[in-house]
DNA sequence: TTGTATGCGTTATCAT
DNA sequence: ATGATAACGCATACAA
């Protein structure tokens, strides 16, 4: 690869010139621009943005950590800021947590390292002191699906604890009294403001809950299907399910499917995220949405505006889920 | 951050016997080491990999170019890619080339500018000769899905023909014969070469195509839909349906409900690619099994071998689908 | 407007 | 086994 150096020998110039039409920091003489620019293109030179980043202390790139780079919710999420970046012409590292708090420091450390301009994180695992003393270092971060209060402007967040009403009260209003819960990992404090929702959905149609009717999940699908066959099994009576994310709830329909009961006739059943995929499921499921698209964006902007300064008015912090009621209710 | 050089002040040793401990590359004293692994974790010391890797013309880290970050499809190879690198202390980049030449050539230049050891690409626009003169560079890189064979060594891919082939003859052997088919954009190698095996596998039962019942969609899940119901509206008659990958069956499997066809009794349909959700539809799909997992793992592994010298022999190269038959055919 | 010189935080090549 | 010191490729303060 040709450095800087080669291209300034080239074009008869110094090295500060040709880093300056790179740049475009100062003005550079027409004629001499022209050359330079002729030398970069004859050698193909491409500026090697690790010294860039090494010798300016800034990398245009932004780092990114979610727990899985699978799953259609992270994937909506990481596509859309890519795209707001790409626009701008900075350029995205991702990194994964695994919900693991080592590997979420882990990749927390590897992307200061990389020289990130800033970091958008959706952590689970590490706890609020880690945060705050990363808040303390000054570098740019903002905290998606969470909310910190001691640094609550680096948070995004949506209502989940709201999301979670709405999709217990919809069932109420739908006549359903005995409603089963299949929760994500209560560690989690998107799952446990998701319950907390459900609970005072209850409370407020005056509703005590059934401690038996609940079952603790692993917000993927094969915990749906055995949360629903846990529940069945116990052979207690409930004519309604709720279920804290999409993907569970695809595995309740599926174990549904299998013990026979019609959906929504005998069980209703309501999920949460409105994933891309939730109206494959037979019926069509029912479902909260959560406006990851938004928030991705928003997150984006975020930075932008922080970091690099752009003009940026509307930074939007908390957003409302909505429910999305389709044909599983 | 601290640096090596305030390491170095607080064990009392040199910059370059730090230097020895974080790399271990030749023996250090004992007694030297511990004090410089003390000042580390008193100065909370993170080597800066920017300079890491200006310095050593290394970076531990491998660049990653899909399509899209969204969808089924890459989130599970990327998640894989990156559970392969991350067991042995590399990290992966991630960039997207929105199956657009110029955004793909983008990407890749970013990697390689920003030092990576090795690129991992899943590209579909840019042309052979470029990926032929990214080879002649010297860059390390594995071709997902496609095969360049003056680059052969490079690429790691499906039989994607193979596959389209047996899509059309199960639905051959279970006795359709007017087979209707929506592909991929035909300008994409993979979607060219399962019409490929679509066609011989008609052409092996000796049945000429009825080119009214091909439709060109987009890999996506509207294109299934409006490829139904525009065969539908063509009015010739057919019992099957193929669809070149999963997302556009569902589509159609959508669009076959509102045309109130019974599936499989009325219409069979089979998809590409076995993505997670393909069993969320209903009817569960049949589809071809497309081991994204497997393909990832070979790619990191390619790497692992060629680039860091890890002692791996067996490397698949081509990999065979499978027929998955589940409820919709 | 352009050139010179220094530093960014490491690795690596010499010595010692 | 350890210490100087020169790269690595670029940005930037300071001079000219």
Redesign the pocket.
């Known amino acids: 690869?040709a450095?800087?150096?080669e291209v300034s020998e080239r074009a008869?110039?110094?090295?500060?010139?040709?880093?300056?039409v790179?740049?475009k920091?100062?003005?550079?003489?027409e004629?001499?621009?022209i050359k330079v620019e002729a030398a970069m293109r004859e050698l193909g030179?491409?500026?090697?943005s690790v010294?860039?980043s090494?010798?300016?202390?800034?990398s245009n790139s932004i780092g990114i950590v979610v727990s899985e780079l699978g799953g259609p919710f992270y994937g909506e999420l990481l596509s859309r800021i890519e795209n707001e970046f790409r626009a701008v012409g900075k350029h995205v590292i991702i990194a994964a947590g695994h919900s693991n708090a080592e590997l979420e420091r882990d990749s927390i450390e590897f992307l200061q390292s990389r020289n990130c301009d800033a970091l958008i994180l959706h952590v689970e695992s590490v706890d609020d002191k880690y945060l705050e003393d990363l808040a303390a270092t000054g570098l740019p971060f903002v905290l998606i699906n969470r909310m910190v209060p001691s640094i609550a402007e680096h948070c995004i967040t949506l209502d989940n604890e709201q999301g979670g009403f709405l999709a217990t009260e919809h069932l109420l209003q739908l006549g359903h009294r005995d409603i089963a819960y299949i929760s994500g990992p209560l560690w989690k404090h998107d799952a446990e403001e998701r319950y907390t929702g459900h609970q005072s959905a209850l409370a407020s149609y005056g509703i005590e809950e059934d401690k038996t009717l609940f079952y603790e999940g692993d917000f993927q699908e094969t915990g749906g299907e055995q949360g629903l066959a846990h529940l069945l099994a116990q052979g207690k009576k409930f004519t309604a399910l709720v279920c804290a994310n999409d993907e569970m709830a695809a595995g309740a329909i599926t174990a549904a499917h299998e013990a026979d009961l019609a959906i929504p006739e005998q069980l209703a059943v309501i999920g949460f995220d409105n994933i891309n995929f939730s109206h494959y499921t037979y019926p069509k499921l029912t479902t909260i949405d959560y406006p990851v698209a938004e928030i991705g964006e928003m997150a984006a902007r975020w930075v932008l505006k922080r970091v690099y300064q752009r003009p940026i008015d509307d930074l939007e912090v908390l957003f409302a889920p909505q429910l999305i009621v389709r044909d599983s209710t």
């Open positions: 690869m450095t800087i150096y008869g110039v110094s090295l500060a010139t040709v880093s300056r790179i740049n920091t100062v003005p550079v003489r004629s001499t621009r030179y491409r500026p090697n010294a860039q090494l010798a300016s202390n800034r």
